[in-house]
C-alpha cells in the first residue's frame, strides 16, 4: 500500500516568513497530487493539484508546490504567509483508488 | 447551492450500539468516500464507492458498513464492532471514478463529530 509522509508536524511562524511544508510518497508509479488546507471552522478545501506537465503548479492564495519524481516529493511552498494562513495542510496521493492523504501540518502563523 | 451534507453534526453513543452517519450529495457526482480523522493521523480511509450498488473497503474498513443504494446517498454505519469510534469522520465525493486518468478532486462535507461515551 502507497503511504504519503508529512515531516512537519506543526510549524509556527512570524507573518511574512517563507513556508515550505514537506510531503514524500511511496507509490512508484503514475500519480496525481494534491495540498488540501483546512482552516478553522472549515471544510478541507482543494490547494492545489498535479496530474502532469509542468511540475511547478500554482494554487489558490499564493500557494504552490513542486513535484520532484525522482526524490517522490511534492512539497508546499508560499514566499510570504499571512496571519489568514493558519490552517492544516494535507498532502494527498492517488495511485488509482482514492486519496491516500499524509497525517496533515498544522501552520500557526503568528501576527 | 451544491455541496455535501453530513448529518448529525455531533454524536454521541454508549458502548455496544450501531450508528449511521448519513452523507447526502447533490452534485451529481459518482464517486464517494467515508474519512476518518484522528488527530496526528490525517484523514484515513474507510470504505469508498465509484458506482451505485458497488463499494470498496478502505484502510481501515474492520467495524465499519456502508451502503450505495442511490448515487447521491453514501450512509456509514460505526458498530459495536469499531474497537475506538470516537472520531471525526469526513465525507467526500468526486465527478469522476478514479484510476490513473482520473482526478480525484474530492469535495468534503463539513464532518460529523461521534464521541463514544
Not at chain 1, 60 to 77: D, P, Q, V, W, Y
Not at chain 2, 53 to 60: E, L, P, S, T
Not at chain 2, 79 to 101: E, M, V
Request: charged fraction near 15%.
Amino acid at each position: 500500500a502507497q503511504s504519503v509522509s508529512q515531516h512537519n508536524h506543526h510549524v509556527i511562524l512570524s507573518e511574512a516568513a517563507s513556508l515550505e511544508l514537506g510531503c514524500n510518497y511511496s507509490y512508484g508509479g503514475t500519480v496525481n497530487l494534491f495540498w488540501y488546507v483546512q482552516y478553522p471552522g472549515q471544510h478541507l478545501q482543494l490547494l492545489l493539484k498535479y496530474f502532469s506537465g509542468d511540475p511547478l503548479v500554482k494554487g489558490i492564495k499564493g500557494f504552490e508546490a513542486e513535484f520532484i519524481k525522482s526524490k517522490f516529493s511534492f512539497n508546499l511552498r508560499k514566499p510570504s504567509v499571512q496571519w489568514s494562513d493558519t490552517a492544516e495542510y494535507f498532502c494527498a496521493v492517488n495511485s488509482g483508488r482514492a486519496l491516500t492523504f499524509g497525517s496533515g501540518t498544522r501552520l500557526q502563523v503568528q501576527p | 447551492d451544491g455541496g455535501i451534507t453530513q448529518s448529525p453534526k455531533y454524536l454521541f453513543r454508549k458502548e455496544g450500539q450501531n450508528v449511521t452517519l448519513s452523507c447526502e450529495q447533490n452534485l451529481n457526482h459518482d464517486a464517494m468516500y467515508w474519512y476518518r480523522q484522528d488527530p496526528g493521523q490525517g484523514l484515513r480511509l474507510i470504505y469508498y464507492s465509484q458506482i451505485v450498488n458497488d463499494f470498496q473497503k478502505g484502510d481501515i474498513a474492520e467495524g465499519y458498513s456502508v451502503s450505495r443504494e442511490k448515487k447521491e446517498s453514501f450512509p456509514l454505519t460505526v458498530t459495536s464492532a469499531q474497537k475506538n469510534p470516537t472520531a471525526f469522520y469526513l465525507c467526500a465525493s468526486s465527478i469522476d471514478r478514479g484510476g490513473t486518468s482520473g482526478a480525484n478532486v474530492l469535495t468534503f462535507g463539513a464532518g460529523s463529530r461521534l464521541t463514544v461515551l
